[in-house]
């Protein structure tokens, strides 16, 4: 592995996606884990998906850092994400089958917030009441769990260690079913509850911590961190396309404020980008190929959902996008992922700047709605090669290269890491 990543300083490293998600974080989170103690989540919940590959083995994981397949790495579960027991217990009992003592090395925040059965029934009458502007939720109560967090009326992992926490969810589920009127539920809840409380029992026997506090000490003692981000840039509630966008901070201040972290303690920053783009859902996507080729891309980049199963939209690259969503995490490295399935295509469009409201731009405006915007292209030679067996990046096409050259060129920072495939073993460093 190259020295490149290792921080120039002490500090916590954060590695986070710059576009609209899926761009392969889980895959280079567990490369780089060999060289950290601790790995943190940060935000999102079980909407996430980060697919890990190696020894011919498909992992894939929702809650859980992905950092937890490597035995000297301590895996946080941070206080910015939003916990379902069913699913993050289905989730460990997957793990365990490969890793029988994964447990040992996971800590849980008291302080992240529950998914309840009822945060999911929230979830599924907001999108129906959208109709045609529906924002493609995965469905799994998140924005509702978000939405109670910030209103102060959240249950936190912590509660269920209270002796009052039956009566606190009582109060919670009360007030759900009283919002949801005669909405006509698409599961039982009663069952649904009845797995809920079975799965509040295992987790109660696992290692509950007050995480920001196991963060701020293992910085203390000079332990190497990173904090793991989910979802992308372009779906952060505040600088994501809103409205389509997720229920939490996916930007590098988010790793702050979800693990208990000071700014002036963040070292590097690692920008993961598709060599293209892909979106899931509903929302503006400006470089989108609605079209054959944007299907062979999805087809050969096996472009739907780990977590929905959905089929991704894709696109060229876009880099007033990803200039933007360097700027506003302040990316030290970038990382390009999927270079491989653009192999075989004889030119590739990348977008430089938009024709916005009439005039030519190169920064992100404030909306991307198709009939404000137009792409501006620059036409690149791409590269028949199969990069998928290439060890040495010495060893790329040279329209590869100067692809990656350009990019760097347009962003200002350099690629240190080329995918060439899903397996861990697919990764060339450039630095």
């Not at 989170?29 to 601790?38: N, P, W």
């Not at 929702?62 to 206080?79: D, K, Q, V």
């Not at 009663?190 to 911590?209: C, G, P, Q």
């Not at 490295?333 to 030119?347: E, R």
Request: overall charge negative; aromatic content about 8%.
């Amino acid at each position: 592995m190259s020295n490149a990543v290792l921080s120039a300083k002490n500090g916590v490293d954060i590695l986070l996606g710059l576009q609209w998600g899926d761009e392969g974080k889980g895959k280079i989170v567990d490369v780089l884990t060999r060289k950290y103690d601790v790995v943190a989540r940060f935000q999102g919940g079980p909407n996430a998906g980060h697919t890990l590959e190696f020894n011919g083995i498909k992992h894939v994981l929702h809650t859980i850092p992905s950092g937890i397949f490597h035995a000297n790495a301590l895996n946080i579960i941070g206080n910015g994400v939003v916990v379902d027991p069913v699913i993050f217990c289905k989730e460990i009992d997957k793990l365990i089958a490969l890793e029988p003592h994964c447990l040992s090395r996971l800590e849980i925040s008291r302080k992240a917030h529950l998914i309840l059965p009822t945060h999911r029934l929230l979830d599924a009458a907001s999108e129906a009441a959208k109709g045609k502007n529906k924002i493609g939720s995965t469905l799994k109560g998140i924005g509702p769990t978000y939405m109670d967090k910030t209103g102060r009326n959240g249950l936190r992992i912590g509660d269920i260690e209270l002796p009052d926490f039956m009566e606190r969810y009582q109060a919670l589920k009360d007030k759900h079913m009283h919002l949801l009127g005669s909405y006509e539920p698409p599961f039982d809840l009663a069952d649904a509850e009845m797995e809920w409380m079975r799965s509040i029992d295992r987790l109660r026997k696992m290692v509950l911590a007050d995480t920001d506090i196991s963060i701020q000490e293992a910085y203390k003692s000079g332990k190497r961190i990173l904090a793991e981000g989910a979802q992308g840039t372009l779906l952060d509630v505040d600088f994501g396309t809103y409205p389509f966008v997720t229920s939490s901070t996916t930007t590098a201040a988010g790793a702050c404020t979800g693990l208990g972290v000071a700014p002036n303690r963040i070292g590097e920053v690692y920008g993961i980008f598709k060599a293209y783009c892909t979106r899931v859902g509903s929302g503006p996507f400006p470089t989108e190929l609605d079209n054959d080729l944007g299907q062979e891309i999805r087809d050969k980049g096996h472009e739907y959902g780990s977590t929905t199963g959905r089929p991704r939209r894709t696109g060229w690259l876009d880099l007033p996008a990803l200039r933007y969503a360097v700027e506003v995490n302040g990316v030290t490295q970038l990382m390009m992922m999927k270079a491989d399935v653009l192999s075989g295509l004889k030119n590739l469009e990348v977008c430089t700047a938009y024709m916005y409201r009439g005039e030519k731009i190169t920064h992100l405006p404030y909306s991307l709605e198709a009939d404000l915007l137009d792409p501006c292209y620059t036409t690149m030679p791409g590269w028949d090669e199969d990069l998928t067996g290439i060890h040495d990046v010495t060893k790329i096409p040279a329209a590869l290269e100067a692809y990656t050259k350009f990019i760097e060129q347009e962003t200002g920072v350099p690629v240190v890491l080329i995918s060439v495939g899903p397996d861990r073993e697919q990764t060339l460093w450039r630095a």
